[in-house]
Structures are given as C-alpha cells and as structure tokens.
C-alpha cells in the first residue's frame, strides 16, 4: 500500500525558506514520479514541481528559480526546497505519486507565508 506523509509547512515571512518532506512507502521513490501539489483557498489543486524516476523535472513557471525537488533514495524521502516565498504561495502542500494506474497523495501540509 502506497503512503504519502507530508512535513515542514508552517509560518513564514515573504522572502523567507522552508523545505518541505514527503517520506514515501510502498513505493520507490528512485524510480517512479513523485511530485508537490498545492491548493490555495478557493483555487484549484495545481502542479508546483514533479520528479521523474530517471531524474527529470519540471516546475509550475510561477515557483520557476525559487523552488528544487529532491530526492533522497536511502531514506525513500522527497524534497521541496521553497526559497523566496511570496504571499501567493501560501496553500495546503501535498505529495503526490501515481502507481499501476492509481493517484496517491499526503494529506497536505499547510504553507502560509505572512507579507
């Protein structure tokens, strides 16, 4: 069984960092997608960042130069580095991965970043 379990939201000023984690199991995160979503209030669940098993990336162009995912294969673990957040970067966080067919994802982890 595939599971997703988000950490490292929280408060943070403009201009400020935070590095989000998402410790997976039931999948390996070496050699399958895995990426970060968030959802703003009232907004739709968007893609910020994914990270394909042979190592590719892409980023929403809005977290372009700000934000790097990651991955740590001995610890199973994905990253994502927030650097420079803005207000608008403010939503619930949630991993995501896909696997035989089926979506799976975190319960979320809330960033709120204060102006």
């Known amino acids: 069984q595939v599971q997703l379990e988000e950490s490292g939201g929280g408060l943070v000023q403009a201009g400020g960092s935070l590095r989000l984690s998402c410790a997976a199991s039931?999948?390996?995160?070496?050699?399958?997608?895995l990426g970060w979503y968030r959802q703003a209030p009232g907004k739709q669940r968007e893609l910020v960042a994914r990270?394909?098993?042979?190592?590719?990336?892409n980023y929403a162009d809005s977290v372009k130069g700000r934000f790097t995912i990651s991955r740590d294969n001995a610890e199973n673990t994905v990253y994502l580095q927030m650097n420079s957040l803005k207000p608008e970067d403010t939503a619930v966080y949630y991993c995501w991965t896909w696997l035989s067919g089926w979506n799976y994802w975190g319960k979320g982890t809330l960033v709120t970043v204060s102006s």
């Open positions: 039931g999948i390996a995160v070496s050699i399958n997608t």
């Open positions: 990270l394909t098993g042979g190592g590719n990336t």
